[in-house]
């Protein structure tokens, strides 16, 4: 059973108006989400977090938002540029035991940007 | 820094075969891990080690061994290849091993090695 679902396999957006990109999730236990980015022939790369007694976290031209009652987060990319196409993974983290967590990956959403 | 390295890039093995996947980190992380991402799916954890000398195992673990035998180096071994291990590999570290909030530190990955298995 799948615990992080990215419905949306991909999304094509015109640059500089915003992406959306949601996930959702099953497990009440997780801690903390995560967003990475990967581009073609690369490792996944970090994007942004949030914890799970937050609502909202920014940085920059990024935004997730947590809604826990729905179990359902999102990242907002405002606004968005050619050079954010790629596919965007969600994550979640859940302790593990003595403070050690492990991930649980979403299938990916594959953003396209279009000049 | 280099970061984290895979070698190789790419790899066609027969059914039946051995291998070993070499990851390789060199910013002193305690915190290493195997990932495998299939087509459509997300990764999914393979094998993990919380610092030399300590291994255990994620989600999909059978037909994988790991050692952990330097803090830099974390081999993931393929001990008699299936079709079904077609894959993409990415090995991650991270300093605390996530042994802490994710959002004070973050994984670093690889840049994958794709492997074929016919």
């Known amino acids: 059973d799948q615990q992080v679902k990215q419905n949306s396999p991909s999304l094509s957006v015109q640059e500089g108006r915003i992406s959306i990109l949601n996930c959702d999730y099953t497990?009440?236990?997780?801690?903390?989400f995560l967003w990475y980015k990967k581009y073609p022939a690369e490792g996944p790369t970090f994007l942004i977090s949030?914890?799970?007694?937050?609502d909202k976290n920014e940085d920059g031209r990024f935004t997730v938002f947590l809604n826990k009652s729905a179990k359902h987060l999102s990242l907002h990319i405002v606004p968005s540029q050619p050079g954010d196409s790629a596919v965007y993974f969600c994550?979640?983290?859940?302790?593990?035991?003595?403070?050690?967590?492990?991930?649980?990956f979403g299938k990916g959403t594959k953003l396209s940007v279009i000049p | 820094n280099a970061g984290v390295t895979q070698t190789p890039k790419f790899q066609v093995l027969k059914t039946g075969q051995s291998m070993t996947l070499q990851c390789a980190q060199d910013?002193?992380?305690?915190?290493m891990s195997w990932y495998r991402q299939d087509p459509g799916m997300g990764l999914r954890l393979i094998h993990y080690?919380?610092?030399?000398?300590?291994?255990d195992q994620g989600e999909v673990p059978n037909g994988y061994n790991v050692s952990r035998s330097t803090t830099e180096d974390f081999p993931l071994r393929l001990l008699s290849a299936a079709p079904s291990q077609t894959s993409v590999y990415f090995c991650?570290?991270?300093?605390?091993?996530?042994?802490?909030?994710?959002?004070?530190?973050?994984?670093?990955f690889g840049p994958g090695t794709r492997l074929t298995v016919l």
């Open positions: 910013m002193n992380h305690e915190y």
């Open positions: 080690s919380v610092g030399a000398g300590i291994t």
């Open positions: 994550a979640a983290a859940e302790d593990s035991g003595a403070g050690s967590y492990q991930l649980t």
């Open positions: 949030i914890s799970s007694i937050k």
């Open positions: 991650a570290s991270s300093s605390k091993g996530l042994a802490g909030p994710p959002s004070t530190d973050t994984q670093y």
């Open positions: 497990n009440s236990m997780f801690d903390y």
